[in-house]
């Protein structure tokens, strides 16, 4: 079936460590994003890609990188300069028109 | 500026009606959406609305009025599993999605 897939589900990290959340899709969809949700807060975009090779930081990017080397494949870094990393992260995709956003199941990081 | 507001909390009666209210003012516009999360779950969707009116999907129906920049998701026959947050968010003219902070509907037997 379709749809997105996010690894790990939970992940602890000492401080000062990098850590890469893993985000695939096999929808064939050209825009890919990532999120940030804090408890009883709503979503805040970290970075999207609207198309391979290039993506946009978003509202929240300091701290985080991406990269988008293939269509399926949308990886966020959440680096030490990170000040404040435990939060759940959504990866999420979109035909990049009108209509639906899909999720993955979301990674919860703790910093320890 | 782009903005969404939805009230932080509701509390409903198994078995009633409740309406969740949000209102939106963002650059350009390209349809409404709301979603249902449930604690430490992602969100799933449960409707779009691009054109004014209501739109029905089962127990669930929404509303949208352009105009007034105003949206509402009214769930009847509410269930105890209803119980989660609500989430607004509007796409803009970029086709980029404004999220509002969600509404936690608690539902009591």
């Known amino acids: 079936d379709g749809g997105i897939t996010q690894s790990p589900k939970y992940l602890f990290r000492k401080e000062g460590q990098n850590v890469t959340l893993s985000c695939e899709q096999n929808l064939n969809h050209d825009a890919m994003y990532w999120y940030r949700q804090d408890p009883g807060q709503g979503l805040r975009l970290i970075y999207y890609?609207?198309?391979?090779?290039?993506?946009q930081k978003g509202d929240i990017a300091e701290g985080y990188s991406v990269s988008r080397e293939k269509k399926e494949s949308f990886p966020l870094t959440v680096t030490s300069a990170q000040k404040n990393p435990t939060a759940f992260y959504l990866c999420a995709s979109h035909t990049g028109e009108t209509g639906e956003l899909f999720f993955g199941e979301g990674s919860r990081l703790t910093v320890l | 500026g782009q903005n969404i507001d939805q009230p932080t909390e509701m509390t409903a009666t198994e078995g009633a009606i409740v309406q969740i209210n949000c209102t939106y003012q963002?650059?350009?516009?390209?349809?409404l959406f709301w979603y249902q999360q449930h604690a430490g779950e992602a969100p799933t969707f449960l409707s779009y609305n691009v054109l004014d009116g209501l739109e029905e999907k089962g127990r669930f129906s929404s509303f949208l009025s352009r105009s007034k920049g105003y949206s509402y998701l009214l769930l009847k026959e509410l269930q105890m599993k209803d119980s989660a947050s609500y989430l607004c968010a509007d796409m803009d003219s970029n086709y980029q999605l404004i999220w509002g902070a969600g509404t936690k509907l608690i539902i009591k037997p």
């Open positions: 963002t650059s350009g516009f390209n349809g």
């Open positions: 890609s609207q198309i391979v090779n290039d993506f």
